[in-house]
């Protein structure tokens, strides 16, 4: 260690400066080893920034490949259409903007008599009003309206020929209407829809819902209604 006086060096834990004779004070040995220990103030400060680059360029590749909850890269819903986040949905003012998500649903679940989505159990008739009522108010400019679901009935005696044919915007759009304020009016669903076009066999209420089902998934990875759908 360093004498304070003199500048001589001396062994260490020595208590008296061998050339000097000056008391070496426990200050000097302190001082000696902090600038013996290999560090610098300048050297944390750069260690500590490399740590804080490092985890900052972690965090942000995480983020961007969706670890963290958000969008994954090649989302293909649009900003309308896409999964609003509701938890709930009520009967008495559905949004119309979860019916592509109820019907993805229906399409991933098959037919079955009822549905559980979002806080409430809808029966085949409701989720068929459900669908065909969201499409005519979407096609009206309506997307972020909500709808009245009453306590609907599917069909006595469901029939149609059900055809594979291709039905045009405006046709289905004619059809959704009629489908839905019948069900509003009669609460319960037809037996049949007619497309209203000549040559053209009626379909049964099964297939004009699984009709709506395909028109608002492709709302939904669209974010606009198809030109036409093939039945």
């Given at each position: 260690m360093k004498c304070a006086e003199c500048g001589a060096e001396n062994r260490d834990h020595a208590k008296?400066?061998?050339?000097?004779g000056a008391k070496l004070s426990q200050t000097n040995i302190i001082n000696n080893?902090?600038?013996?220990?290999?560090?610098?103030?300048?050297?944390?400060?750069?260690?500590?920034?490399?740590?804080?680059?490092?985890?900052?360029?972690?965090?942000?590749?995480?983020?961007?490949?969706?670890?963290?909850?958000g969008n994954t890269v090649g989302n293909l819903q649009s900003d309308t259409t896409k999964d609003t986040g509701v938890?709930?949905?009520?009967?008495?003012?559905?949004?119309?903007?979860?019916?592509?998500?109820?019907?993805?649903?229906?399409?991933?679940?098959?037919?079955?008599?009822?549905?559980?989505?979002k806080g409430v159990t809808l029966n085949k008739a409701q989720v068929a009003y459900i669908l065909s009522k969201s499409i005519s108010m979407i096609a009206k400019g309506d997307s972020k309206g909500t709808i009245n679901v009453g306590g609907y009935s599917y069909a006595t005696n469901p029939h149609g020929a059900d055809v594979s044919q291709s039905?045009?915007?405006?046709?289905?759009?004619?059809?959704?209407?009629?489908?839905s304020s019948w069900i509003e009016r009669n609460n319960q669903?037809?037996?049949?829809?007619?497309?209203?076009?000549g040559g053209v066999p009626d379909m049964s209420p099964t297939k004009m819902m699984n009709m709506?089902?395909?028109?608002?998934?492709?709302?939904?990875?669209?974010?606009?209604?198809?030109?036409?759908?093939?039945?």
């Open positions: 008296f400066c061998s050339k000097c080893n902090t600038k013996n220990d290999g560090f610098d103030n300048k050297s944390v400060l750069i260690i500590v920034g490399t740590i804080i680059v490092v985890v900052a360029i972690i965090l942000v590749t995480c983020y961007s490949l969706g670890m963290f909850g938890s709930q949905v009520s009967l008495s003012a559905f949004p119309v903007s979860e019916a592509p998500n109820l019907a993805q649903q229906v399409a991933q679940s098959g037919s079955a008599s009822s549905v559980s989505f039905i045009s915007n405006a046709q289905y759009v004619d059809m959704c209407n009629r489908f669903v037809p037996n049949y829809i007619g497309i209203n076009t709506c089902i395909n028109i608002l998934i492709q709302y939904k990875n669209t974010g606009s209604l198809p030109a036409s759908v093939a039945v």
